[in-house]
């Protein structure tokens, strides 16, 4: 860089503090919610609350030990729904996105169109269709009830069918001549050769299915052995006046996974998001 572009250090210095400042404003309620599950209620309560001292593992006691709103069956139901939707994803949106890719089929572009078609559509929209066809299958008060609905994703085929496009079809040729049946190039050539996608979507499906709170709010109406953390977090709100470090610990333990899953998949995320942006 010449001398001409290189910024002095004084506008380097505003910008660092400008930077510093800013982050600090974004991140503060993330930091008050893990700070302030381990304060007792009457730190909290203050105004402005006071962080600094008196910890205590209290608060997470209280929620793990919930009666009324158990978090840890809650936390179990959590992760069924993240897992299985994970894999459901990867799944069904890897066998859609090879049949658009590299099978000869004259609807293929019509086909594309209505699973594009689909992330259009406001999933309000379809909750109770939705609702009223799993409790019509026997599935209304089963765990398989809080996942049925998303099992595929018309984003997750559209991801891996930019990424496949971008695989050299000579390897597909070659492949082919030596004998290589559609599922085994799938899974032991192509699938490989498209890890950035394939991390970016099982990052991004298990956060999805983490985060559901509408569904499962629904579904656990009937059943409170089928609440996930969301649901069961939310129903810690009954004692938000009188223990608020209950409630944010609760947040806490819902947010950790979510935190760690971002913070050592972005990489993944960013390059599986951006592949085939530019040549």
């Given at each position: 860089?010449?001398?001409?572009?290189?910024?002095?250090?004084?506008?380097?210095?505003?910008?660092?503090v400008?930077?510093?400042?800013?982050?600090?404003?974004?991140?503060?309620?993330?930091?008050?919610?893990?700070?302030?599950?381990?304060?007792?209620?009457?730190?909290?309560?203050?105004?402005?609350?006071?962080?600094?001292?008196?910890?205590t593992?209290?608060?997470?006691?209280?929620?793990?030990?919930?009666?009324?709103?158990?978090?840890?069956?809650?936390?179990?139901n959590?992760?069924?729904?993240?897992?299985?939707?994970?894999?459901?994803?990867?799944?069904?949106?890897?066998?859609a996105?090879?049949?658009?890719?590299f099978?000869?089929?004259?609807?293929?572009?019509?086909?594309?169109?209505?699973?594009?078609?689909?992330?259009?559509?406001?999933?309000?929209?379809?909750?109770?269709?939705?609702s009223?066809?799993?409790?019509?299958?026997?599935?209304?008060?089963s765990?398989?009830?809080?996942?049925?609905?998303?099992l595929a994703?018309?984003?997750?085929?559209?991801?891996l069918?930019?990424?496949?496009?971008?695989?050299?079809?000579?390897?597909?040729?070659?492949?082919?001549?030596?004998?290589?049946?559609?599922?085994?190039?799938?899974?032991?050539?192509?699938?490989?050769?498209c890890?950035?996608?394939?991390?970016?979507?099982?990052?991004?499906?298990?956060?999805q299915?983490?985060?559901?709170?509408?569904?499962?709010?629904?579904?656990?109406?009937?059943?409170?052995?089928?609440?996930?953390?969301?649901?069961?977090?939310?129903a810690?709100?009954?004692?938000?006046?009188?223990?608020?470090?209950?409630?944010?610990a609760?947040?806490?333990?819902?947010?950790?996974?979510?935190?760690?899953?971002?913070?050592?998949?972005?990489?993944?995320?960013?390059?599986?998001?951006?592949?085939?942006?530019?040549?």
């Amino acid at each position: 860089m010449s001398k001409l572009n290189r910024p002095s250090a004084a506008t380097s210095t505003l910008t660092y503090v400008w930077l510093a400042v800013a982050a600090v404003v974004l991140l503060f309620p993330v930091l008050l919610t893990l700070v302030g599950g381990f304060l007792p209620s009457s730190a909290l309560l203050r105004q402005p609350p006071d962080l600094i001292g008196g910890y205590t593992l209290d608060s997470y006691l209280d929620a793990i030990r919930q009666v009324a709103v158990p978090l840890f069956p809650a936390f179990l139901n959590s992760l069924f729904v993240g897992v299985t939707i994970m894999v459901a994803h990867l799944v069904t949106s890897a066998l859609a996105a090879y049949a658009l890719v590299f099978l000869r089929t004259p609807l293929k572009t019509p086909l594309f169109l209505l699973i594009l078609a689909t992330i259009m559509v406001p999933y309000e929209a379809i909750v109770v269709p939705n609702s009223l066809f799993v409790r019509s299958l026997g599935f209304g008060d089963s765990r398989f009830s809080l996942v049925l609905p998303f099992l595929a994703s018309g984003f997750g085929v559209f991801l891996l069918r930019q990424a496949f496009r971008q695989f050299p079809g000579e390897l597909k040729d070659a492949a082919t001549i030596d004998g290589c049946g559609h599922l085994r190039f799938l899974f032991t050539i192509l699938l490989p050769g498209c890890r950035p996608a394939i991390a970016a979507l099982t990052v991004w499906s298990f956060l999805q299915g983490w985060n559901m709170y509408f569904w499962p709010l629904i579904v656990s109406t009937t059943n409170d052995s089928l609440n996930t953390l969301q649901t069961a977090v939310f129903a810690l709100r009954s004692n938000e006046s009188a223990a608020p470090g209950l409630l944010l610990a609760g947040i806490t333990i819902t947010l950790v996974p979510t935190l760690l899953l971002v913070v050592f998949g972005q990489r993944w995320l960013v390059r599986g998001f951006t592949a085939g942006a530019v040549k």
